[in-house]
């Protein structure tokens, strides 16, 4: 199975600043049929995960260009700038290329 | 507006069964593939199982296979998660979501608890 790690596990940052969250997979999320399926979702205290990247760096409609996702092969990254309260929850990666699909252990975004 | 609630869940024996559902709503159900994700308390997101529009494409996470079966109902707009030999690490709340090319649309989950 695919296994996604993601650092680090928590992230403090000032309201304001830029955080970046990495996801690392142990092996190429590229399908055959060339798209690379690595998503990032932000689950906020309480809600429901939400969809904020799509196929590497495809940003959901209404999501902030505050959100950036990048990366290939087996390394991405998320970074957000100029970090806002409505930021702030667990963000997980997750890979839809192979079966079984898999989501990475979550990076805490808080408050420094 | 795209809805999905889900039901079924609650308190069950370990190696018992138990059947969930999402009622799908604001949407044409039968054109979208769906997921089951499920959250243990304090925990992270586990991807469970996948289904296609059609019923054609199933996959399950390697920790339910051979003891859960999803489903869905295009006529009624229903996903189902049946679930049998249950144990104490299934316990957790469970989300249905929507997947085009992601997993767009989330319910607002639906607790299971497994416990004697």
């Known amino acids: 199975d695919v296994v996604l790690t993601q650092t680090p596990v928590a992230q403090p940052v000032t309201l304001g600043d830029q955080a970046s969250i990495s996801c690392r997979s142990s092996?190429?999320?590229?399908?055959?049929?060339?798209?690379?399926?690595l998503e990032w979702y932000l689950q906020k205290p309480g809600q429901s995960p939400q969809l904020l990247i799509y196929?590497?760096?495809n940003r959901f409609s209404g999501v902030p260009d505050r959100f950036i996702g990048s990366g290939s092969g087996s390394d991405f990254t998320l970074k957000i700038s100029r970090v806002e309260p409505e930021d702030l929850g667990v963000y997980y990666c997750f890979q839809a290329t192979h079966d079984p699909f898999t989501f990475g252990s979550g990076t805490k975004l808080e408050i420094k | 507006e795209v809805q999905l609630v889900e039901s079924g869940g609650g308190l069950v024996q370990p190696g018992r069964s138990l059947k969930l559902s999402c009622l799908a709503s604001g949407f044409t159900f039968s054109n979208y593939g769906m997921n089951w994700i499920r959250q243990a308390p304090g925990k992270g997101l586990e991807w469970v199982a996948s289904i296609s529009s059609s019923s054609s494409y199933i996959y399950y996470a390697d920790t339910v296979k051979g003891r859960f079966t999803i489903s869905r109902d295009n006529a009624k707009n229903t996903l189902y998660l049946q679930m049998t030999s249950l144990r104490s690490e299934d316990t957790a709340l469970y989300y249905c979501?929507?997947?085009?090319?992601?997993?767009?649309?989330w319910g607002q989950g639906v607790m299971v608890t497994v416990s004697s």
């Open positions: 092996q190429s999320l590229v399908h055959s049929n060339g798209n690379t399926y």
């Open positions: 979501a929507r997947r085009t090319v992601a997993l767009y649309y």
């Open positions: 196929k590497v760096s």
